[in-house]
């Protein structure tokens, strides 16, 4: 009974998750739907207030308030833009045990 309770839980959890980066992926799609290949500082600011933009954060697990660092962080090539692979890579980052350490 045990081991079918175990495998059921680790199911479940899968499922979850699967679920949170499916959810995260279609928020980092309607950002990035109003504008062309790449994102820059100024209008990532400007989207903190929408709806999209803040489940965002709260499915990363991060404060709105550290935007601007987070913007920082998951523009890898340090060109003042993101575009959405640079973006989704970086809130894959951000998820999970590695956050401390990429954030620190």
Do not use: H
Request: charged share 30%; proline share 3%; hydrophobic share 40%.
């Amino acid at each position: 009974l045990n081991v079918v309770t175990g495998v059921f839980v680790d199911s479940v959890l899968a499922s979850a998750k699967a679920d949170k980066e499916r959810y995260l992926l279609e928020n980092a799609r309607e950002i990035f739907q109003t504008v062309d290949e790449e994102i820059d500082w100024e209008a990532f600011k400007a989207k903190m207030d929408t709806p999209q933009m803040l489940e965002l954060f709260r499915g990363i697990d991060v404060d709105p308030s550290e935007a601007e660092g987070i913007f920082s962080l998951i523009d890898l090539d340090e060109s003042g833009s993101v575009n959405i692979g640079e973006f989704l890579n970086g809130c894959v980052r951000l998820q999970g045990p590695s956050k401390a350490l990429e954030t620190a």
